[in-house]
């Protein structure tokens, strides 16, 4: 699994126009690839829990966020970040990145920028934007720092062949 992973990452890392490569790090596709699973199986779990268990809804959007954020932190500890680090620190620093990411990104600012009349779905869409950055730059420099590495150390690499 993997090499699978690393194959797809970089497959889709080389897929960059022009010189992106070099300025966007391979564990950044890494992570589109990962938290779009990830929010495929929140959206799939909320339904299912909504419409077929029929949980209320904050109580299906609750579960499904939960889950899919676990599911995150481990696939990209694992596979992405190739994270060595103690788990119960990195756990610790997740859960207030998460923290922040709920309450300041997807409820925060979304509802902030419906209330200046952004419709509701362009103003979370605009909030996710955000959020995949803000949680990306989370998880790279604070929750999966590689100790003694520099902030701004690159981990830009050539892409992975097949054998």
Known sequence: ?????????????????????????????????????????DIALMT????VVGLPYPVSVSLGFLVAFALAYVLNRALNFESHGAVGRELIRYGLVVAVNYFGLVVGLSTALKSTGM????????????E??????SLRWFVFRRTGASPVETDVAAPATLP
């Not at 419709?119 to 955000?130: G, I, N």
């Not at 995949?132 to 730059?137: I, Q, T």
């Open 48 to 51: 299912v829990l909504f419409r």
């Open 119 to 130: 419709h509701f779905q362009v103003a979370r869409v605009t909030a996710a934007c955000v």
């Open 132 to 137: 995949a950055v803000f949680m990306y730059c």
């Open 1 to 41: 699994m993997r090499r699978r992973f690393d194959l797809l990452r970089d497959w889709l890392w080389a897929l960059l126009p022009g010189q992106l490569g070099h300025w966007i790090p391979a564990t950044a596709s890494g992570y589109v690839l990962i938290n779009s699973f990830t929010f495929s199986v």
